[in-house]
């Protein structure tokens, strides 16, 4: 059984924080990598970054390098991503993502997504 659900997003002020959750079933929070990816209105996807459930490494995109950490808590088979020094240009539906090429974003699954406006 597929299940992604994001949740956590909101508004918040440039310089702020967000945590975004992601409750995976068992089946997507046992794929070999898992992620997260946003668009922006009139962008394309981008990656953001991706952790393999293996070795537990993590890795990001620069745009988001040293302030976004991914984690994962496998008692309740949730994927988190800590959003720190929010930018206006982070704007975005933030989609969590399993499976797939993680190492180029090319995901097998992926959630409905969750908005996260950061305003200037």
């Known amino acids: 059984q597929v299940q992604l659900v994001e949740s956590g997003g909101g508004s918040v002020q440039a310089g702020g924080s967000l945590r975004l959750s992601c409750a995976a079933s068992?089946?997507?929070?046992?794929?070999?990598?898992m992620g997260w990816f946003r668009q922006a209105p009139g962008k394309e996807r981008e990656g953001v970054g991706y952790?393999?459930?293996?070795?537990?490494?993590?890795y990001y995109a620069e745009p988001v390098k040293g302030r976004f950490t991914i984690s994962r808590d496998n008692a309740k088979n949730t994927l988190y991503l800590q959003m720190n020094s929010l930018k206006p240009e982070d704007t975005a539906m933030y989609y969590c993502?399993?499976?797939?090429?993680?190492?180029?974003?090319?995901?097998?699954?992926w959630g409905q997504g969750t908005q996260v406006t950061v305003s200037s």
């Open positions: 952790i393999y459930t293996g070795s537990g490494s993590t």
């Open positions: 993502a399993a499976g797939g090429q993680c190492s180029a974003y090319r995901f097998d699954y």
């Open positions: 068992r089946y997507t929070y046992t794929r070999s990598c």
